[in-house]
């Protein structure tokens, strides 16, 4: 009797090991606004916005330089989708709450990110001249991938 006691607890201790173990599942969350502005004294500037709106996608983009041409347009699902991995990649989501500036620069660079979830989450970050960890390669990533929807 004890030997199929201790078998039971073995087989119930294993299995909730298991389930433990199980791989967590990430939650599918819905960019429903986001927002990023670029700038520098010696380059390009340009705001970028995508908002739902009912079940669809405003792209807009207006540059303030000769080279960005101002862009509104509808995009697909898939390329927030696309967004989405680059923020998770980049672990953007680490940036909220960054706020952080050098005074007396005034010919500098600097951005300002916001994206807001279905779920009511948000993420805002600001910098000039001053940027989150890992911020060139996600600025990097962003930008190519935002200014291809422009075309």
Request: proline fraction near 1%; aromatic fraction near 10%.
């Amino acid at each position: 009797m004890k030997k199929k006691i201790i078998a039971i607890l073995l087989i119930l201790i294993m299995s909730i090991g298991l389930i433990g173990c199980k791989e967590e599942t990430k939650i599918n969350k819905e960019i429903v606004n986001f927002t990023y502005n670029y700038g520098s004294g010696e380059g390009p500037y340009y705001a970028i916005e995508i908002n739902k709106n009912d079940d669809k996608y405003i792209f807009k983009l207006t540059g303030h330089d000769k080279e960005i041409e101002d862009v509104e347009k509808e995009i697909k699902k898939e390329d927030i989708e696309k967004l989405s991995e680059i923020i998770d990649k980049n672990d953007i989501k680490e940036w909220n709450g960054f706020d952080e500036s050098k005074e007396g620069i005034y010919d500098g660079y600097g951005f300002r990110l916001e994206i807001e979830y279905e779920s009511g989450e948000k993420i805002k970050a600001h910098g000039y001249m001053e940027e989150p960890e890992n911020y060139d390669e996600a600025h990097r990533d962003l930008t190519k991938f935002l200014l291809s929807l422009a075309s």
